[in-house]
């Protein structure tokens, strides 16, 4: 029985999993990377045992992406990592092999329309086998943690429901694999601009509609001001972490309340920067909408360095998200909750999942030694539904996350 399998430990953002598995969980783990190409897993097996040689090296296991060769692997394993992407061209059978055997799922895909594929073909499935699958793990981790904190810290202190929430979330990116490059082209190929430029919020939750209290002005030219977290402008990931924050409050009514709302932005320097930034984000949008636009960009993505420099990265990038919660009224209570890590975001990456990883394994353990009735239902679950728990270990492994009364 494996704890864990690594798929794509082969590629960028999955070797540096590997990497974190072998520096931070038990020596005990069982685990193994699974992937096509025996020497290149042979090299990253190699690599681990140069970096740690302290520790077992992890088995190797050659797959195909089909039933029959993904299902008995799956099966004799706890929780599986993938980081096999594009996600929506390769990583269903995946998902589906854990959905249907009852093993829990995490990945680090953006393709938020593949995740309402995976919701409307293996949520019941899930369900019923017992497998908590949790698509988009690493990527809506600091919206949906600090929405779910602000949440939980208004339940507790004033025993209300946040009316709404106001995020400000920045990655500084300073380079990008080409595997990225490649699965933005590939989704907007596959999916189209629509979703990403007009955004219907309950994507992954069932359909509503919310009151927009957002101007028209705001709403042309993308400039959004509040006092705790000043000029906003339109974020290019922020329609897709609010999705998954609508799941999370569709699927917890009972303490994001019936009428909660979030929207997230990015923090800009003031209006005219709000103005630039919300009409390049849309222009980008359109321009991947043509296909010799996508062309140029790959021809652009075959030669630019698939592997950036991590050493440098961890000098120059960070990533931050600081939200703000109101309850509804005069004497509202406010609360901020903030995420901040200083490094390469392509390690955060692998840092997000895996510890999210590590408490699935933990629970699938706890159950299997409970007994076959202690575990529970399945289904497609958001970051928070991984809890304090989480929230926990992910300080210990160096994040800061705060919450407090405004
Ligand atoms: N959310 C985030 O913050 C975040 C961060 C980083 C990456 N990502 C996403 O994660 C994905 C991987 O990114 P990356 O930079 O690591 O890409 P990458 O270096 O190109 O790695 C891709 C991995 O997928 C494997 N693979 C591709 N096609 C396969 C197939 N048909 N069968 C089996 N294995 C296959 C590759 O194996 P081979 O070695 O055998 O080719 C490799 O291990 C991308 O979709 C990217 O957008 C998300």
Request: include cysteine; charge should be neutral; glycine fraction near 8%.
């Amino acid at each position: 029985m494996y704890d864990i399998v690594l798929f794509g430990a082969t590629g960028f953002t999955g070797r540096l999993c590997a990497r974190f598995i072998a520096q931070n969980y038990p020596l005990a783990t069982k685990w193994c990377i699974a992937g096509r190409s025996l020497s290149r897993l042979e090299t990253v097996a190699q690599e681990l045992k140069h970096l740690f040689p302290n520790r077992v090296s992890p088995d190797i296991e050659i797959i195909e992406l089909s039933p029959s060769s993904l299902n008995p692997l799956v099966q004799r394993t706890r929780v599986v990592i993938n980081g096999i992407g594009p996600f929506h061209r390769f990583s269903t059978p995946i998902v589906a092999a854990c959905a249907t055997v009852g093993t829990h799922y995490v990945d680090f895909t953006m393709e938020i329309p593949w995740i309402q594929e995976v919701i409307k073909n293996y949520a019941e499935v899930a369900r019923e086998s017992g497998s908590l699958l949790i698509p988009g793990l690493s990527t809506s981790t600091p919206s949906d943690i600090t929405a779910w904190l602000i949440a939980s810290k208004m339940q507790e202190s004033y025993s209300t429901s946040p009316a709404e929430i106001i995020s400000s979330g920045k990655l500084d990116i300073k380079a990008m694999s080409s595997g990225s490059l490649n699965t933005v082209l590939d989704t907007f190929e596959t999916y189209g601009s629509g979703w990403y430029l007009y955004g219907d919020p309950s994507i992954l939750s069932a359909p509503f509609r919310k009151e927009t209290k957002t101007s028209w002005v705001a709403r042309v030219f993308g400039y959004q001001y509040t006092r705790e977290l000043g000029s906003l402008a339109t974020s290019f990931t922020g329609s897709g972490n609010q999705a998954v924050v609508y799941r999370s409050a569709s699927q917890n009514p009972d303490l994001y309340g019936p009428d909660f709302r979030f929207e997230e932005y990015l923090p800009a320097n003031g209006v005219m920067a709000a103005v630039f930034v919300h009409l390049l984000t849309k222009a980008l949008l359109v321009l991947l909408s043509f296909a010799f636009i996508r062309g140029l960009m790959r021809k652009l993505a075959t030669r630019m360095d698939s592997a950036p420099d991590i050493s440098q990265l961890r000098n120059v990038e960070r990533a931050e998200c600081r939200a703000i919660g109101s309850g509804s009224g005069e004497a509202a209570p406010r609360i901020l909750a903030s995420f901040a890590r200083e490094g390469a975001l392509y390690e955060l990456t692998a840092l997000i999942t895996c510890v999210g990883a590590k408490v699935l394994l933990d629970r699938a353990t706890r159950a299997d030694r409970a007994g076959k009735d202690a575990r529970g239902r399945g289904g497609v679950v958001t970051p928070s539904f991984l809890g304090i728990e989480y929230v926990d270990r992910l300080k210990d492994a160096g994040i800061k996350i705060e919450i407090g009364l405004l």
